[in-house]
Nanobody, 122 residues
């Protein structure tokens, strides 16, 4: 059974940084894409970033480019999301997901983690 466990969320001041981790088990990690999505209160879930299993292809939502970096450690079966220059509008629950196709479409991802809360204070 595929399991994804996120960690690293918390409270940070605007301008600060956090690194989220997502540990995966139950499938050949390097053969699948990994993605990060987020959902703010009262809003739809939105795409943040995605990476291919090899780590060679990455995608970012426009508002995250230059501030967020997605990376993968296949030896540890873990995907990371480094978030810098955080803004209050980045406050959300962040979810990692795994699927066969790398990209921004939620329907391409078939397993999801439980989410980790990120709160950015002004």
């Amino acid at each position: 059974q595929v399991q994804l466990v996120e960690s690293g969320g918390g409270l940070v001041q605007a301008g600060g940084s956090l690194r989220l981790s997502c540990a995966a088990s139950g499938r050949t990690f390097s053969a699948y894409a990994m993605g990060w999505f987020r959902q703010a209160p009262g809003k739809e879930r939105e795409f943040v970033a995605a990476i291919s299993g090899s780590g060679g292809t990455t995608y970012y939502a426009d508002s995250m480019k230059g501030r967020f970096t997605i990376s993968v450690d296949n030896a540890e079966n873990t995907v990371y999301l480094q978030m810098n220059s955080l803004k209050p509008e980045d406050t959300a629950v962040y979810y990692c997901a795994t699927g066969r196709t790398v990209g921004a479409d939620e329907s391409w991802y078939d397993f999801w983690g439980q989410g980790t809360q990120v709160t950015v204070s002004s």
